[in-house]
């Protein structure tokens, strides 16, 4: 399976800046995901980073707040803007290829918002 | 649109004895079902996945789950839980008719174990 490297692992961060998450893995793959998962709760799907071109974001979610990119087929990064203490949460980077089976989470980024 | 469903919060079970976690679905066409397990502080692992195929399906740790198509469930068990086991247990469905698409989680489930 694909190994990802997701920095940072944790911040602290101000309200009203923002945060740009790294999503790094060791091979090719088609779909990478980001999520959140806020205290206590399940992961909910933040957008699909498609290669080459935008991404596609859940209801809820809009570009100007998560800002996402993909260059290529093994890096994305996931902005969270203008930040306030609501966007505390753990973000997960996740990707799937036909060729894996099944799907590959990084470790998460543990934010917290002051 | 799909959807999973874990019906219990939070489920306390003593060291050794059995665990079952319950995983409800919904979707319209052959599912791929998953488990993943999240330690305090920690990512992701899959336990195991269901794409096709024999519905008893055999994942890491000693878990165990079962495909039940007519009860649209696909529930985890385990015959003898450790203390290690303690953790957050989430059940996941693929989005869509591949195995690539976006994943659905359920609510999620903790399990605590008594000594």
């Known amino acids: 399976s694909a190994v990802i490297s997701q920095k940072p692992s944790r911040d602290i961060c101000q309200r009203g800046t923002s945060l740009t998450i790294q999503c790094q893995v060791d091979s090719q793959v088609t779909m990478m995901f980001w999520y959140r998962q806020q205290p206590g709760q399940s992961l909910t799907l933040i957008a699909t980073a498609n290669q080459g071109s935008e991404a596609t974001y859940e209801s809820g979610f809009v570009i100007d707040k998560f800002p996402i990119s993909r260059p290529n087929l093994t890096f994305s990064t996931l902005t969270v803007s203008n930040m306030s203490p609501e966007d505390s949460s753990i973000y997960l980077c996740?990707?799937?290829?036909?060729?894996?089976?099944?799907?590959?989470f990084g470790s998460g980024t543990r934010l917290t918002v002051v | 649109a799909q959807s999973v469903t874990q019906p219990d919060i939070h489920i306390t079970v003593s060291e050794g004895a059995s665990l079952e976690l319950r995983c409800n679905y919904s979707y319209g066409a052959t599912p791929y079902l998953f488990w993943y397990v999240q330690s305090p502080g920690q990512g992701l692992q899959l336990l195991l996945k269901?794409?096709?195929?024999?519905?008893l399906v055999q994942g890491i740790k000693g878990f165990e789950a079962e495909f039940k198509r007519s009860q649209s469930s696909f529930n985890l068990r385990k015959p003898s839980v450790h203390w290690s086991d303690a953790a957050e247990y989430f059940c996941a469905v693929a989005a869509g008719s591949s195995n690539t698409g976006k994943l659905i989680f359920g609510q999620g489930t903790t399990l605590q174990v008594k000594p």
């Open positions: 996740s990707v799937s290829s036909p060729g894996l089976s099944g799907y590959t």
């Open positions: 269901y794409f096709s195929g024999d519905t």
